[in-house]
């Protein structure tokens, strides 16, 4: 296991609902949680995972992320066992909208 | 003037009747006792023969290669081996018991690490590694197989053949045997009074056998729907509406992986919601897959052409005759020789995935200690210089590719490919393992499956690259890296020759495309589980026992 944390500067988040979960920890995928932090600008990420050493790869995905979404003032949890670059991606805009009430 | 050297213009026919009379002089007649076959085989058999083991990724003549492999290596030695698939353990057991040491074929799929390995010893020797076509084409040109040993499903009393659904690589095969002196030994499953139908004639054939069971069978095109995942919904949202809708793709074949099962099981939904429902994908030369069955019972597909058949299908396939291509007697015939013909000339799109991808577009399967080969893909995958018919498809790729002015289409080549594999493993790589492993094979070329210049289109997550609109090799170089992903290749990008091609509509990703990745869900898909295309079948699929979980 590993433990990553980030921080991003990031677009207030339009509106904050309840937190929010998506995905499941299983092979291949991954599990987020987004809830509502204290700094509006910024967007905090923990990450546990059990692939070890790609630190860098999580930072440009999730740097990408917080680029391109409107996502301060959020917590994102995830639990990662081993999802690739594009199923992160695809959770982490599924999770942004489940927060943000849901909608599709 | 001298008169021309005296020479025999009949030695192969000379050495037939003598393998011939050797078989006879044992008291062989035309049907083979089971437990006498390694004796015919070392009678008929001689020491550095080129021999043709039937065996595709789907039917494999597997008694006769264990028979072979039996044989004493004293009797029948440096035999030179011509097949379409290095699949069985006895396949190289050949090789490594001293009967064979010289090999050409197109695929090694499972056995690929051990055929490295015997070729780093040294101990097989690899003419070349071809694509099917290629393979059947040099039958009839120099590597003509002096025996046959070919799969059957049955024989009749007079030694006709009926092949059933899995006709395959036999026709092929045989022909160039029969017709050129050699000898073509079948095992069949089952001697029938009355065959179905007859698919070789008895004069094409030598002996027969009866198996100790029937031949085996790999389930190798059955894609469980219930292992897609919602990234490959993803592509194949983007796939179907910007490249099939796009140029109106009619005519095409399918790669075997999970990402073009997805786009099968979006026809009758995403693609039929979009109208596209008799625009795309009416004609193919395609396996019969079964997860074409919800766009086949929804009305998407007129025709199917086969290379071979898959276990579980032929009842669907008998009760869908103006879909297949079937006999008289209801049972399908397939034909690897003409269904790859069918996919090199009269296919407006090839789709399928890879393993690796370098910066020109060149694609591989190989990677290190591992020598797999091409099978169909590279003349399924490649624009043929020969067709001249037009298509509304070809025409307009060829006129993205050549200007307004064309005077020839294209074809479209797209492969599909998640930027990362398992593991993390990145498809797209600076330069493909294929080189390395040319050198440790000491082959005259990287075993490169599809050339880059072959490739119109790549489909990511990240979105599609139109190689065809790129104008010069550093355009095509940042096409691809703009749509590589978090891959190292995708991050040492040029952000703003990528935003650039981006504006010019080379690269699209899905918000261009008016596609919301978070409508990719696995909902869309028409069937979520084996069962479920069991039920689009009204019961008449058969899975396999390893596909059955209910």
Redesign the interface.
Known sequence: METLNFCFDSAPVLKGASPALCGVVGSGNLEILIKTGIEPAACRVCIKTSARGFGETWQAVLGSFAASHAAGGTVIAINDMGATPAVVTLRLAQALAEYQGGGQ | MNAPLARQWDSLRQSRGRRLERAASLGFGREIPVDRIIDLLEAVIQPGDRVCLEGNNQKQADFLAESLADCSPERINHLSMVQSVLALPSHVDLFERGLANRLDFSFSGPQGARLAKLVQEQRIEIGAIHTYLELFGRYFMDLTPNVALIAAQAADAAGNLYLGPNTEDTPAIVEATAFKGGIVIAQVNERLDKLPRVDVPADWVDFTVLAPKPNYIEPLFTRDPAQI???QV?MAMMAIKGIYAEYGVTRLNHGIGFDTAAIELLLPTYAADLGLKGKICTHWALNPHPTLIPAIESGFVESVHCFGSEVGMDAYISARSDVFFTGADGSMRSNRAFSQTAGLYACDMFIGSTLQMDLAGNSSTATLGRITGFGGAPNMGSDPHGRRHASPAWLKAGREAYGANAIRGRKLVVQMV???R???APVFVEELDAWKLQKSMGAELPPIMIYGDDVSHIV???GIANLLLCRSPEEREQAIRGVA??TPVG?ARDPRAVENLRDRGIIRRAEDLGI?????TRDLLAARSVKDLVRWSGGLYAPPSRFRNW
Do not use: K, W
């Open positions: 995942t919602e990234v993803l998640e930027t990362f398992e593991h993390m990511t997550e990240e992903g978090f991050r919301d990745p978070r409508q990719a």
